[in-house]
């Protein structure tokens, strides 16, 4: 099955600065990925994603790439603010999976003033 | 619109109790998941539903674990006997059938075990 890792486990920046988190994945079939951002006590919440057609997708402060070769994808957040701070999940999915969603074990993002 | 409703948002039992977990999907969604998530850690999948059928129980613990989903829209997880290391977040999401959309899930808050 699909295994994807995530790192870093922790991730402390100042305000303004950019984040960048970056998974793995092992299935080459996986063709969606989804990155969730989950603050404590809340639910997951889709915070953007991108199908393996696309190598890169921008929203905003936010930023997914892909490179399908290496079976890598990185979440990139510009000028963070104290709020961005929170867990991010990132998920991969097989074609023919069924939307089965296989997390990233998390990165606790702390934006510090 | 309203999101995915779950309850009881908090649940605390002894070990050895059942206990029961309920999910509202959004309006729409044919497609229903129970994930499991443990302090630290990205949610697992549980049990994957079709309308009413599960099409993928794989990792549910069927010995003292299981699911319904009676006419394809509300849901039910239950655990009989409770064990001590159940206590996590029991998270319900659902998505669209089909379509583009399909891949997106979106979660609920979640139920909060703590098994004693």
């Known amino acids: 099955g699909e295994n994807v890792e995530q790192h870093p486990s922790t991730l402390s920046v100042q305000e303004g600065d950019s984040a960048v988190i970056k998974c793995t994945y092992s299935d080459s079939a996986s063709n969606y990925f989804p990155w969730y951002k989950q603050e404590l006590g809340k639910r997951p919440q889709l915070i953007i994603d991108?199908?393996?057609?696309?190598g890169e997708k921008k929203d905003q402060r936010i930023a997914v790439t892909l490179n399908k070769t290496a079976k890598h994808f990185s979440l990139h957040i510009t000028e963070t603010q104290p709020e961005d701070s929170a867990v991010y999940f990132c998920a991969a999915t097989p074609t023919g999976g069924g939307n089965k969603l296989t997390f990233g074990t998390g990165t606790q993002l702390k934006v510090e003033l | 619109e309203a999101g995915v409703v779950q309850s009881p948002r908090y649940k605390i039992i002894e070990k050895k109790q059942p206990v029961a977990f309920w999910c509202n999907p959004i309006s729409g969604h044919n497609t229903l998941y129970w994930y499991l998530q443990n302090l630290g850690q990205g949610p697992e999948l549980l049990i994957r539903y079709e309308n009413e059928e599960a099409v993928d129980d794989s990792q549910l613990p069927k010995d003292r674990f299981s699911a319904e989903r009676l006419k394809g829209v509300d849901s039910t997880l239950k655990i009989q006997p409770a064990e001590l290391g159940d206590s996590a977040v029991y998270l319900c999401?659902?998505?669209f059938g089909s379509g583009r959309s399909a891949y997106e899930q979106f979660f609920g808050p979640g139920t909060r075990l703590t098994v004693l």
């Open positions: 999401a659902s998505s």
């Open positions: 991108i199908r393996s057609n696309v």
